[in-house]
């Protein structure tokens, strides 16, 4: 059982927008910076997003981000069949003095 | 360039115990924090515990009576060490950055561990 919440899957076609939607608490996402994960199949995870909406240089603006509160979502626009993968949120906890994660999200491009 | 570079048996017995490496390039590992996240097949993220570069370490709670990390500033190198492993114990490891704010910023490749007799 994870301690933040994702939808196990997603999907869109290519062009579309889609977003990712990542649940916590005030010890964590209420609390501490959101960072997004995309997983390529077989692959180790690459940082998306840091500090709730920032790119890491090289990662295309396609991908956005937001928090508010405890709940934080990530969009990816103009969908393509690339950005198939498991995207992860995580972010620190206060009170477990961990990080902690979201179960993932499986996003299709149909 | 920023390199997280795991390394470790591959295959182990039940309730024997694991050591895994990490070995660091392009960064000192006396700063941030070097955080170990292990991921079972078909499941999600895990955090196994961190260790800061004051030397200060924390453990999952799940784990903190078989696990522990380690660090060697002169070889730039992180440890874990899991005791009486079982099946459960059965994942690819990863060894992460992560800086004093919390956010994560690299991760290793991954090592996968099986457990098995």
């Known amino acids: 059982q994870s301690v933040l919440t994702q939808p196990p899957s997603a999907s869109g076609t290519p062009g579309q927008r889609v977003t990712i939607s990542c649940s916590g608490s005030t010890s964590n996402i209420g609390s501490n910076p959101v960072n997004w994960h995309q997983q390529l199949p077989g692959t180790a995870p690459k940082v998306l997003i840091q500090s709730n909406n920032q790119r890491p240089s090289g990662v295309p603006d396609r991908f956005s981000a937001s928090k508010s509160g405890t709940s934080a979502s990530l969009a990816i626009s103009g969908l393509q069949s690339d950005d198939e993968a498991d995207y992860h949120c995580s972010a620190w906890d206060d009170s477990l003095n961990a990080w902690v994660f979201g179960g993932g999200t499986k996003l299709t491009v149909l | 360039q920023v390199q997280l570079q795991e390394s470790g048996p591959g295959l182990v017995k039940p309730s024997e115990t694991l050591t895994l490496t990490c070995s660091v390039t392009?960064?000192?590992?006396?700063?941030?924090?070097w955080t170990w996240i292990r991921q079972a097949p078909g499941k999600g993220m895990e955090w196994v515990g961190y260790i800061y570069h004051t030397g200060t370490s924390n453990l999952n709670p799940s784990l903190k009576s078989r696990a522990a990390i380690s660090m060697d500033t002169s070889k730039n190198q992180l440890s874990l060490i899991l005791r009486s492993v079982t099946s459960a114990d059965t994942a690819i490891y990863h060894c992460?950055?992560?800086?004093?704010?919390?956010?994560?910023?690299?991760w290793g490749q991954g090592t996968l561990v099986t457990v098995s007799s």
């Open positions: 392009g960064v000192s590992i006396r700063s941030s924090y």
């Open positions: 992460v950055r992560a800086l004093n704010n919390g956010d994560i910023d690299y």
